[in-house]
């Protein structure tokens, strides 16, 4: 059974940083894509980043370019989303995902996480 276990989320000032972690088990992410998905009130959920199994190969919503980094650790079986100069229009469920392949489409993503909360103050 594959298992997504996010954490690090948690309350913010805006201006500040948080570092996300997904824990896979079940499952050995070094041969897929991951990707982290958010989901503000009211909206639906979109893309933030992915990174493919070649960890150089990282993509990012206009949104988040330059303030977030995705990154994975393979033999932790782990990838992470650090986010730094936080907004409040960054605040939302944060969810990471796996997928065989590197699109940004929720429907090509195969197993997700139940997701952690990002609240960001202004």
């Known amino acids: 059974q594959v298992q997504l276990v996010e954490s690090g989320g948690g309350l913010v000032p805006a201006g500040g940083s948080l570092r996300l972690s997904c824990e896979t088990s079940g499952r050995y992410i070094a041969s897929y894509a991951m990707g982290w998905f958010r989901q503000s009130p009211g909206k639906e959920r979109e893309f933030v980043a992915l990174?493919?199994?070649?960890?150089?190969?990282?993509q990012y919503a206009d949104s988040v370019k330059g303030r977030f980094t995705i990154s994975r650790d393979n033999p932790k079986n782990k990838v992470y989303l650090q986010m730094n100069s936080l907004k409040a229009e960054d605040t939302g469920r944060y969810y990471c995902?796996?997928?065989?392949?590197?699109?940004?489409?929720?429907?090509?993503?195969?197993?997700w996480g139940s997701g952690t909360q990002v609240t960001v103050l202004s």
């Open positions: 995902a796996l997928s065989r392949y590197t699109r940004r489409g929720e429907s090509t993503f195969d197993f």
């Open positions: 990174i493919s199994w070649a960890p150089e190969d990282t």
